[in-house]
């Protein structure tokens, strides 16, 4: 029997608890508001503080951490960077182990301009946490970012990609790979159409001041 497992929690999950992929899908607005205010808390940060640094509005805060605000690419991004914590520490729950599925059409979608995420896969690996995504971008249309936490891998799938990484430049097309430094200001373009790729988001001992959850294993324990 095939199954797929998506990680999230129940809305209503105590603050601070652990969570579990058993407990069933649910929504990244949920696993958001669980690990926001725990991250933000355990930086010693206000919500006035977080909002100053990631420029991002505090009543906007406010709601992703009630679990009542719409995240988009660009806010988790931001938070990403500026508490410098991988993207799945904001996103995901504890996993159990066995056979795991994912099914393109039940990952819940991180939506921005031009551009639709989905959170396939967060991989830990001794010291290296590694995050797979589906990522599409739209036709003639381009993402840009300033930077955040990690080294970017991407490997397209169909349709004609432009990449930017401080001033450099390069086209690919299906089946070519690029890799750079994340925290350089970087962009993507949809040269020809729309554009489908594989994104892997890797990050090192360095990059991962705190653990993704209450229990997590310690830096150097590979998750089972």
């Given at each position: 029997m095939r199954r797929g497992t998506r990680s999230g929690t129940r809305s209503g999950t105590r603050e601070g608890a652990a969570v579990s992929a058993e407990d069933g899908p649910v929504s990244i607005r949920d696993m958001l508001a669980v690990n926001l205010k725990r991250l933000r808390t355990r930086r010693g940060l206000s919500l006035s503080e977080l909002s100053?640094?990631?420029?991002?509005?505090?009543?906007?805060?406010?709601?992703?951490?009630?679990?009542t605000g719409n995240p988009t690419i660009?806010?988790?991004?931001?938070?990403?960077?500026?508490?410098?914590?991988?993207?799945?520490?904001?996103l995901d729950a504890r996993e159990t182990g066995g056979l795991r599925v994912v099914r393109a059409a039940e990952v819940?979608?991180?939506?921005?301009?031009g551009?639709?995420?989905r959170p396939l896969r967060r991989i830990e690996s001794g010291d290296t946490v590694f995050e797979v995504y589906d990522q599409q971008l739209s036709a003639d249309s381009r993402r840009d970012s300033l930077g955040h936490v990690g080294t970017e891998h991407t490997v397209v799938q169909s349709g004609?990609?432009?990449?930017?990484?401080?001033?450099?430049?390069?086209e690919l097309g299906p089946g070519d790979y690029v890799g750079f430094d994340a925290s350089l200001p970087h962009s993507y373009t949809a040269l020809d159409g729309p554009v489908r790729s594989v994104l892997l988001l890797q990050y090192g001992r360095d990059q991962r001041p705190l653990p993704p959850y209450p229990g997590a294993p310690a830096d150097?324990?590979?998750a089972r």
């Open positions: 100053r640094r990631s420029k991002i509005g505090k009543a906007t805060l406010s709601q992703l951490e009630s679990g660009e806010t988790v991004f931001g938070l990403s960077r500026v508490l410098e914590v991988p993207i799945s520490d904001l819940e979608v991180l939506s921005g301009e551009l639709d995420l004609r990609l432009g990449v930017r990484v401080e001033g450099e430049e390069a150097g324990e590979a």
